[in-house]
């Protein structure tokens, strides 16, 4: 009788742990940081991750110490079945007062567990963190004055040891700037096509996220461009612009088809490409002197061309050509203009067959409408090298190719990169300014 009535007590307290133990679990909720280190500059945000595996987050209280002095930054309470939360808090140092030097953020985060007599399991945590506040010294070291429109630049300066990351922003376009050596930059820049003179930046940042901008002057050459009509057979619109289309779109009439391929496709085409040439990040130069043109060949259209097309004597469409065009022999060899590092080959809509080189500080080629490459993603070629065979795939009216030099991802005017004596005086001479050029 005694044992039954034992047994019954027993599995009475585990029935009862087993439906409200839960409530009074002990695992403390979790805090973490989505960054490492903590600089804090002029303004930033510190990301928190909170999380909580039992009842879930209860609060959260962040606090900030400097000295003797504190600041509450932040509190929020959260409702129930709240298990993961990010916290944003953005930080502004000098309109609270903090000084350079060590802060200290105290977190606390509470769940919503009844343990320790309902006020739940807390977690504390303290995150040292750096407040800086002045940006990177920066030192223009030489530049290149004089520009055509649509053309490229260099530089080269100096920062204080604390910068990150630097680059030269004109007008919207921005070009990354990499590091030389101690305290040293280098990078390349492109004018943009057809905006007139706009203003320089050379931008420097620090880790803390504070900026110092330097105004970069330069002499805008003028540099005339092109206008043509190009007529757009119906031979044209079979063998090249029906096949482009998608699935869903073959059934558009003639002058709709080719508006999409060329308007469109090609900005789709153009944002993937320069998305793909951004990526070019050697910091240092691969190539070795002047750019090769394809051997043979005659320049059928250059770069800053503007384009309208006519289908049956009617203007269907407009484009500028940001590269230049050379025709050659039908499948003649395509030679690497330069020392670089394949960076892409694959096929892109309007440019067909394509291969992208990066030949460092942020300088591609890229070489279109081949019938073939022969080279693959991540190899190094040497200037001169055959890397596919001209060919007409894509939108392409003939067998030709279709070079483009890009700066970070934007074309600029290839026939600048053939001549030895602008790429020494404009480029060189300013990328190795101790070798006196
Ligand atoms: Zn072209």
């Given at each position: 009788?005694?044992?039954?009535?034992?047994?019954?007590?027993?599995?009475?307290?585990?029935?009862?742990?087993?439906?409200?133990?839960?409530?009074?679990?002990?695992?403390?909720?979790?805090?973490?940081?989505?960054?490492?280190?903590?600089?804090?500059?002029?303004?930033?945000?510190?990301?928190?991750?909170?999380?909580?595996?039992?009842?879930?987050?209860?609060?959260?209280?962040?606090?900030?110490?400097?000295?003797?002095?504190?600041?509450?930054?932040?509190?929020?309470?959260?409702?129930?079945?709240?298990?993961?939360?990010?916290?944003?808090?953005?930080?502004?140092?000098?309109?609270?007062?903090?000084?350079?030097?060590q802060a200290v953020f105290?977190?606390?985060?509470?769940?919503?567990?009844?343990?320790?007599?309902?006020?739940?399991?807390?977690?504390?945590?303290?995150?040292?963190?750096?407040?800086?506040?002045?940006?990177?010294?920066?030192?223009?070291?030489?530049?290149?004055?004089?520009?055509?429109?649509?053309?490229?630049?260099?530089?080269?300066?100096?920062?204080?040891?604390?910068?990150?990351?630097?680059?030269?922003?004109?007008?919207?376009?921005?070009?990354?700037?990499?590091?030389?050596?101690?305290?040293?930059?280098w990078g390349l820049f492109?004018?943009?096509?057809?905006?007139?003179?706009?203003?320089?930046?050379?931008?420097?940042?620090?880790?803390?996220?504070?900026?110092?901008?330097?105004?970069?002057?330069?002499?805008?050459?003028?540099?005339?461009?092109?206008?043509?009509?190009?007529?757009?057979?119906?031979?044209?619109?079979?063998?090249?612009?029906?096949?482009?289309?998608?699935?869903?779109?073959?059934?558009?009439?003639?002058?709709?088809?080719?508006?999409?391929?060329?308007?469109?496709?090609?900005?789709?085409?153009?944002?993937?490409?320069?998305?793909?040439?951004?990526?070019?990040?050697?910091?240092?130069?691969?190539?070795?002197?002047?750019?090769?043109?394809?051997?043979?060949?005659?320049?059928?259209?250059?770069?800053?061309?503007?384009?309208?097309?006519?289908?049956?004597?009617?203007?269907?469409?407009?484009?500028?050509?940001?590269?230049?065009?050379?025709?050659?022999?039908?499948?003649?060899?395509?030679?690497?203009?330069?020392?670089?590092?394949?960076?892409?080959?694959?096929?892109?809509?309007?440019?067909?067959?394509?291969?992208?080189?990066?030949?460092?500080?942020?300088?591609?080629?890229?070489?279109?409408?081949?019938?073939?490459?022969?080279?693959?993603?991540?190899?190094?070629?040497?200037?001169?090298?055959?890397?596919?065979?001209?060919?007409?795939?894509?939108?392409?009216?003939?067998?030709?190719?279709?070079?483009a030099v890009m700066i970070?991802?934007?074309?600029?005017?290839?026939?600048?990169?053939?001549?030895?004596?602008?790429?020494?005086?404009?480029?060189?001479?300013?990328?190795?300014?101790?070798?006196?050029?």
């Amino acid at each position: 009788m005694r044992t039954v009535y034992v047994v019954g007590v027993v599995v009475l307290g585990v029935l009862l742990a087993v439906v409200f133990l839960p409530f009074f679990e002990k695992k403390p909720p979790k805090v973490s940081l989505s960054k490492g280190s903590l600089k804090v500059g002029v303004c930033s945000e510190i990301t928190l991750n909170l999380e909580d595996e039992g009842r879930g987050l209860r609060d959260v209280s962040i606090e900030l110490f400097q000295g003797p002095r504190r600041w509450s930054l932040y509190r929020e309470v959260f409702p129930k079945g709240i298990a993961q939360k990010t916290v944003h808090v953005s930080l502004r140092p000098k309109d609270l007062g903090l000084m350079e030097g060590q802060a200290v953020f105290l977190v606390k985060v509470r769940d919503r567990s009844l343990w320790w007599f309902g006020k739940g399991n807390s977690q504390l945590v303290e995150v040292p963190i750096q407040v800086d506040l002045t940006p990177p010294d920066v030192e223009l070291v030489d530049v290149t004055r004089y520009v055509y429109e649509g053309g490229s630049g260099a530089l080269s300066f100096r920062t204080s040891q604390d910068a990150v990351e630097a680059m030269v922003k004109i007008g919207e376009l921005i070009f990354r700037a990499f590091r030389k050596g101690e305290g040293l930059w280098w990078g390349l820049f492109g004018v943009p096509y057809g905006k007139g003179q706009e203003r320089a930046f050379l931008e420097v940042r620090d880790e803390a996220g504070n900026i110092r901008q330097l105004s970069l002057p330069y002499t805008l050459l003028p540099r005339s461009f092109k206008h043509e009509e190009v007529r757009v057979s119906d031979e044209f619109m079979t063998s090249k612009v029906y096949p482009l289309l998608p699935e869903g779109k073959k059934g558009l009439q003639p002058e709709e088809a080719f508006r999409f391929i060329n308007e469109d496709m090609r900005r789709e085409n153009d944002a993937f490409l320069t998305k793909i040439a951004s990526e070019g990040l050697s910091a240092e130069p691969l190539w070795e002197g002047a750019f090769l043109q394809l051997p043979n060949s005659q320049v059928r259209a250059s770069y800053g061309d503007s384009r309208t097309y006519l289908y049956q004597n009617k203007p269907i469409g407009s484009s500028t050509h940001l590269a230049l065009d050379l025709a050659s022999t039908s499948r003649a060899p395509v030679l690497a203009a330069n020392s670089g590092k394949v960076l892409f080959t694959g096929t892109v809509g309007i440019y067909g067959n394509v291969v992208i080189l990066d030949h460092g500080l942020g300088l591609t080629t890229l070489y279109a409408h081949l019938s073939q490459w022969n080279v693959k993603k991540g190899e190094m070629v040497q200037k001169g090298q055959v890397i596919g065979y001209t060919g007409d795939t894509g939108f392409a009216g003939g067998d030709h190719l279709h070079f483009a030099v890009m700066i970070s991802g934007h074309p600029v005017n290839p026939v600048d990169w053939f001549d030895p004596k602008w790429m020494k005086e404009r480029i060189l001479s300013i990328l190795q300014p101790e070798a006196g050029g």
